[in-house]
C-alpha cells in the first residue's frame, strides 16, 4: 500500500506542483496541502483522476497559529483503492471556495464547518447554520467558546414557546483524583459508605 501511495504522491507533486503547498503520507493516507486560491485545480484534478467518491468536509481549530483553521477534506478513489486528505489553511476572515460545484454533496458539510467554526466558504449557494439557533452567538467548536456556554435554550410547556434562560450546572463540581486511579479517592462517593470493610 505504501508504495501504490508513495508513487501516487510522486505523480501529483509532478502534475500539481505549484498547486502544493505540501504533502507526506501518514498513517497509510496521503496527505495534500493546498491554498485556498489552488484548492478547486486540486480536488478537479482529483475528481477527474479516479477519486470520485466525496467522503466528507470538516474543521479542525489550533488558535495558536495565525490561519487557526484547516479545512480538510476527504476523498477516495474506488478504482484506486486509495484515499486522499486535502488540507487547506485559513483564518476567520479568509474564505475557502466551495467544492459543491465538483461535489454537490459537500453543501451540509460545508455549513456545518460555518456554523460550528466560523469557516467561510465563496461560492456556497446557502451558507447559513445548521445546527445550532438562528439567534445563537458564537461558534461552538472553536477551542476558545466556553465550556458551559452562556445560555440554555428549552421549550416550556406551560408558556407553549422555546424560552432562553441563563445557564445552570446540574451538579457540583468534584475533586477526582486522576493521579492514581488505583488508589482510589480520598473522600466517600455515595453509596461506598454501605459497603463492608474487612
Same mark, same amino acid.
Given at each position: 500500500?505504501?508504495?501504490?501511495?508513495?508513487?501516487?504522491?510522486?505523480?501529483?507533486?509532478?502534475?500539481?506542483?505549484?498547486?502544493?503547498?505540501?504533502?507526506?503520507?501518514?498513517?497509510?493516507?496521503?496527505?495534500?496541502?493546498?491554498?485556498?486560491?489552488?484548492?478547486?485545480?486540486?480536488?478537479?484534478?482529483? &475528481?477527474?483522476?479516479?477519486?470520485?467518491? +466525496? $467522503?466528507? !468536509?470538516?474543521?479542525? @481549530?489550533?488558535?495558536? =497559529?495565525?490561519?487557526?483553521?484547516?479545512?480538510?477534506?476527504?476523498?477516495?478513489?474506488?478504482?484506486?483503492?486509495?484515499?486522499?486528505?486535502?488540507?487547506?489553511?485559513?483564518?476567520?476572515?479568509?474564505?475557502?471556495?466551495?467544492?459543491?460545484?465538483?461535489?454537490?454533496?459537500?453543501?451540509?458539510?460545508?455549513?456545518?464547518?460555518?456554523?460550528?467554526?466560523?469557516?467561510?466558504?465563496?461560492?456556497?449557494?446557502?451558507?447559513?447554520?445548521?445546527?445550532?439557533?438562528?439567534?445563537?452567538?458564537?461558534?461552538?467548536?472553536? &477551542?476558545?467558546?466556553?465550556?458551559?456556554? +452562556? $445560555?440554555? !435554550?428549552?421549550?416550556? @410547556?406551560?408558556?407553549? =414557546?422555546?424560552?432562553?434562560?441563563?445557564?445552570?450546572?446540574?451538579?457540583?463540581?468534584?475533586?477526582?483524583?486522576?493521579?492514581?486511579?488505583?488508589?482510589?479517592?480520598?473522600?466517600?462517593?455515595?453509596?461506598?459508605?454501605?459497603?463492608?470493610?474487612?
Amino acid at each position: 500500500m505504501d508504495e501504490s501511495l508513495t508513487a501516487y504522491r510522486d505523480l501529483l507533486a509532478e502534475k500539481l506542483g505549484g498547486s502544493l503547498v505540501g504533502h507526506q503520507i501518514a498513517h497509510g493516507e496521503l496527505t495534500l496541502e493546498a491554498t485556498p486560491e489552488s484548492l478547486l485545480a486540486v480536488v478537479g484534478f482529483l &475528481k477527474a483522476d479516479g477519486f470520485v467518491s +466525496f $467522503v466528507d !468536509v470538516c474543521g479542525v @481549530d489550533y488558535p495558536a =497559529r495565525p490561519k487557526r483553521f484547516d479545512v480538510v477534506i476527504h476523498l477516495l478513489s474506488p478504482a484506486k483503492n486509495l484515499r486522499v486528505r486535502v488540507k487547506v489553511a485559513t483564518d476567520e476572515v479568509t474564505f475557502v471556495p466551495s467544492i459543491t460545484g465538483l461535489f454537490p454533496g459537500a453543501l451540509w458539510f460545508e455549513r456545518e464547518a460555518y456554523d460550528l467554526y466560523g469557516i467561510l466558504f465563496s461560492g456556497h449557494p446557502d451558507l447559513r447554520r445548521l445546527l445550532t439557533d438562528y439567534g445563537f452567538d458564537g461558534h461552538p467548536l472553536r &477551542k476558545d467558546f466556553p465550556t458551559t456556554g +452562556f $445560555v440554555e !435554550v428549552r421549550y416550556d @410547556d406551560e408558556l407553549k =414557546r422555546v424560552v432562553y434562560e441563563p445557564v445552570q450546572l446540574a451538579q457540583e463540581f468534584r475533586s477526582f483524583d486522576f493521579l492514581s486511579p488505583w488508589e482510589g479517592t480520598e473522600y466517600v462517593l455515595p453509596g461506598d459508605e454501605k459497603a463492608k470493610t474487612n
